[in-house]
């Protein structure tokens, strides 16, 4: 079963808003990231947050990461055209290199 | 970070065939990964390609299904085989440039994927 849930499944905001989005795990965790995906491609990694850390920033983007409440959550402020994409999060385990992915938000950003 | 190349992009098969996806690193890596992404759903692993020994399958994925080869450290081969309609999916390899315990382990560099469609 999958590790993470995103919420919202799907997000559409105007340009220059801030969008949110959430995700939520199962396990203790030794790192969580979020990726973006673009129409179907690649995956591009965006921020990694490491279980010890609270809120990470790079950029537009902000991770905050609740180790108590298994949660996780992305902001990206001033939301840009560009950014309409699909976000992912993934869990890694203490140990094992392999990722688990959440179920994803596809955000569109209207210009 | 690292550049992946897959091949082909995309293509259209027919059920009961096979298909051998190619990934290639510019550099050598020691971990590299398959996975599935079925249409509108998020990533599924399939399986970790090991250099110089079988590949390591998750649940629900198995060898005659999908063979992988792991010649050397920046080339590796999936064949989804016997296709079905079913396995229309995008599949992607990733590599992971981090040693355990590093700054970047765990973090997780994708080729462009494969979108195969099986009539």
């Known amino acids: 079963s999958q590790q993470g849930e995103e919420d919202p499944q799907a997000l559409s905001i105007q340009e220059g808003e801030n969008a949110t989005m959430n995700c939520s795990y199962k396990?203790?965790?030794?790192?969580l990231q979020w990726y973006r995906q673009n129409s179907g491609r690649g995956l591009v990694h965006l921020i990694l947050?490491?279980?010890?850390?609270r809120e990470k920033h790079s950029g537009r983007l902000r991770v905050t990461l609740d180790t108590s409440k298994k949660s996780s959550s992305l902001l990206i402020t001033a939301s840009r055209a560009a950014d309409t994409a699909s976000y992912f999060c993934?869990?890694?385990?203490?140990?094992?290199?392999?990722?688990?992915f959440g179920t994803g938000t596809r955000l569109t950003i209207i210009p | 970070s690292a550049v992946i190349s897959q091949k082909p992009s995309r293509d259209i098969c027919q059920r009961g065939t096979s298909l051998t996806i190619q990934c290639q690193v510019d550099s050598q890596v020691t971990m590299m990964f398959w996975y599935r992404q079925q249409p509108g759903q998020s990533l599924t692993l399939i399986a970790t390609a090991n250099q110089g020994s079988e590949a390591t399958y998750e649940s629900g994925f198995v060898i005659d299904k999908f063979p992988i080869s792991r010649p050397n450290l920046t080339f590796s081969t999936l064949t989804v085989s016997n296709m079905s309609p079913e396995d229309s999916s995008i599949y992607l390899c990733?590599?992971?440039?981090?040693?355990?315990?590093?700054?970047?382990?765990?973090?997780?560099?994708f080729g462009p994927g494969t979108r195969l469609t099986v009539l």
């Open positions: 947050i490491r279980s010890n850390e």
């Open positions: 990733s590599v992971d440039l981090g040693l355990a315990g590093g700054p970047e382990y765990n973090e997780q560099f």
């Open positions: 396990t203790s965790i030794n790192n």
């Open positions: 993934a869990t890694a385990i203490f140990g094992n290199e392999k990722l688990t």
